[in-house]
RNA sequence: GCCGACGUAGCUCAAUGGCAGAGCAAUCGAUUUGUAAUCGAUAGGUUACGAGUUCAACUCUCGUCGUCGGCUCCA
C-alpha cells in the first residue's frame, strides 16, 4: 500500500477519507508498522521496517512514533501527574504512556474526575511546561524505588514486577530483554518510575500543542477484575497547527459518521422498544442490502459455491457438540426452554453447515464443497460494546464453509483471499490491513483447543500461503478463534476504532467434533479441513463500514436512489412521472420530487443526500423527450434525451464502476 | 458488565426552580421559478420512563431505560 506515490485512505489514524501522498501519509498518520512476513524458509523473522530516517520509538502493539514526539508526550504524562497531584495529593498515580495522538494518565483516586477539574489541570500543566523545568533520570535499586513510592500500591506492584523482569502490563519481557534497571524520572516536584525516554527540558514543549481531551475508567492493568482508575487522556503534538489540524480531522470525521449519515439518508433506525443493537433497516438500507447480496450471490456462483438456509433457533446439543456451549453462552441470547427441550438462537451459522456435510456422503471427488449463506445471528454482544451498526446483536453473515482436502487447502484459502481482493476492488477499500491472527501457548487448552501441533502445521500452511500469494500481512499472536488461525482483515472506522471486517478462518477441530468425513483415494476416511470466510462481514458491520468509506456518496450501483426527477413548473411533472417510469422500467432507481420547492432548493436537497443524478425537466426537456443531467459532483452534463441518460447510466451500474 | 457525560417537537438546539421556544422538516395556501435554501399560515410537547423534594420541577434527589466517550470483551 506504501508503495503508491498517491494512496485513498479511508479512516484509519486520519480519522477522513482523504487521497493523499504517501509521504504525507507517513507524516501525518504514523502508520503501523509491524512485523512483515519475509519470504524464505522457516519462520519468518520479524522486521521492523523504517520508513522514516528520523529515530522512532516502539510503543503499544508494534506500533512506532518519532523520538522527539514520544519524548513530548511521555513527557506531558507525567506533567499531568504532577498537576493532579497538586490539585489532588492523595491520588495514586499509576501508569501514563504515549499513545496514538497524545498520552494518558491512570489514577487511583476516591472521585472521578469533573470537567472543572480537567480544565484545571490542563491549567496548571500549562504554568509546569513554562517554567521550562528539566527531567532529570536516577537508576536505583528495587528497595529504594519502593522506599519512594512506599504510599502507592501499584508502583509497588510495579517494582516488584519490574524487578523480575515483567513489563508495565506484568507480562514477561522477552529473555535477555528482562531488566533489573530501574529508573526514575523526576521534573519539577514529581518524581515517577520510568524507563523513559523524556525531554531534557519543558522547553522542548509547546504549551499550545497539547490539550486534555477527556477521561474515563479503566481498569488496572487492564483487567476488569482490577480496581477500576481513573484515566485522563491528552491530545498532543510538537506544534500548535498539528493539533488544530488533528482536532479539524476529528470534526471533519463526525461528519461522516455512519450514524449519523445513517439518519441523514434513512438507511436504518434503532428503536428502544425493539432493543440496543437491534437495527431496522429502512427502504434505503434495504436497497443496500439486496444489492451487496446479488453481488455475493454472483461472486460466488462464479467461485463454485452452493447456496443453502438454516434455521436462526437450534436445540443445545448442537452447540455442546460445536464447543460453543458452556464457553460461549455468556456471548449467546439466553437459553429458550420448550417441552423440556432448550432452544437457543444462533450465533453462528458454521453447526448447521457442518450438519449439512454430513448429510450426505462425500468422496475425495465431490471436495471442496462450499456453502453459503446469508445468516443471520444473535450475539448478546456487552451493552458498552454496542456502536451504531458496527457492533450490534443481531447481524446477517455473508457466510461460507469450505469443506476440503489439505492438498486443496492452500488453493482454496488463497481463492478466498482473492474474492477479498475482488470485493475490495469493487469498492475500493484499500486502507485495511490482513492480519493472521495466530494463537499463544498460555491459551491452549483454555482460550485455544489444545493440539500445539496442528496450530504450528496450519499456521504455518496459512502463512506460506499468504506468501506464495504476495499478499502482505501482519501476525498478531493470541487473536486466533478456538479452532484454527485466521487472516483478519482490519479496518478503523471513521471515528478511529479498529474493526474487523472480514474473516477467513481455519478449523482444523470441529469437523472432527461433527464427525465430518470423506473417502479418500486410498479408500480410508479423512476428516475434511473446513475454512470459515466471510468477505463482507455482516451486513451491518459491511454497510456501517460503506457509509463512512463513502461518505454516504455511494456508487451508482449501490446508491439507494440513483436518480431525482426535478420538475421546474407544475406542468412538468407529469412528464417527469412519465420520465421515472421509463427510467424505473430500465432498472434504475429513480424518483420525481414534486415538492413545493423551487428548482433550486430541489437540488440542493438531492444534493445533501448524495443522489447521483440530478435530472431537470423544464419546457425545452419536455419538448425535446429530454433531462437535463447534474451529477452530485457539482458538473452539469447538459440535456440528453431519456433514451441516451439510461444508456450512459446502465453500463456503469452492471459494471460496478465508481463514475457517474 | 465497569467509569463518566448526556436524554426537550421528526432533526439540530434554546429555556437553571416561576406560562416550554427557534430554525429546518411536515401540512395548507400563494408563487411556476433553469442548476446548493421563494413567501405566508397552520400543526406538532405528559421535557425518555417511574418515584421523591418543593407553593411550584425541563431544571434538584433517587431508580429504570436508552445514547455517547472510554475500559473490558469481540469464535
Redesign the pocket.
Known sequence: MLGHDEIYFNAARLECSLALKTADYVRVANPRIEKVAQSGEGNPKPKIQNLKSDEVIAYGKGKTMPAQLYKIRHSLAHIMAQAVLDFFPDAKPTIGPPVENGFYYDFGVPK?F??EDLANIEGRMREIVRKNVAFARREVSADEARAVFGNNPFKLELIDGLAKGEDDMGEKGEGAAASTVISLYTQDTFTDLCRGPHVLSTSEINPEAFKIS??????WR???KNA?L??I?GLAFEKKEELDHHLNMIEEAKKRDH?KIG?EQEIFI?D?EV???LPLWLPNGGILIEQLEDLAKKMELDAGYDRVRTPHVTKDQLFLRS??LP??AE?MFPPMELDGVTYYMKP?NCPFHHKLFAAQQHSYRDLPVRFAEYGTCYRY????????LM?VRSMQMNDAHIYCTPEQFESEFMAVIDLYLKYFKIFGIDAYQMRLSLHSKEGLGK?YVNNPEMWLKTEEMVRRAMINGKVPFVEREN?A??YGPKIDVQIWSV???EF?LATNQVDFAVPERFDLKYVDKDGVEKVPLCLHRAPLGTHERFIGFLIEHFAGAFPLWLAPQQATIIP????HVEFAQQVAKRLQAEGLRAKVDN???????K??KA??LKIPY?L?I????LAADSV?V?LRT?E?L??MTVNAFAARAKPIIDSYAMTL
Do not use: C, W
Not at 477527556?214 to 481498569?219: C, I, L, R
Open positions: 472521578p469533573t470537567a477527556q477521561s474515563s475508567g479503566a481498569y487492564g483487567d476488569e477500576m481513573q484515566r487522556y450514524r439518519a434503532f428502544d432493543g440496543p443493537g464447543g460453543h464457553y460461549y456471548s453462528m454482544e456487552q451493552s458498552g460494546e454496542l456502536q451504531g457492533r482460550k487473536e478463534a478456538f471515528v478511529g476504532r474487523t421546474i413548473a407544475d406542468r415538492g413545493h420547492d423551487r428548482m433550486q432548493n437540488i440542493r444534493q445533501m440530478m431537470v423544464g419546457d425545452k426537456e437535463a447534474r457539482g452539469d447538459k440535456s
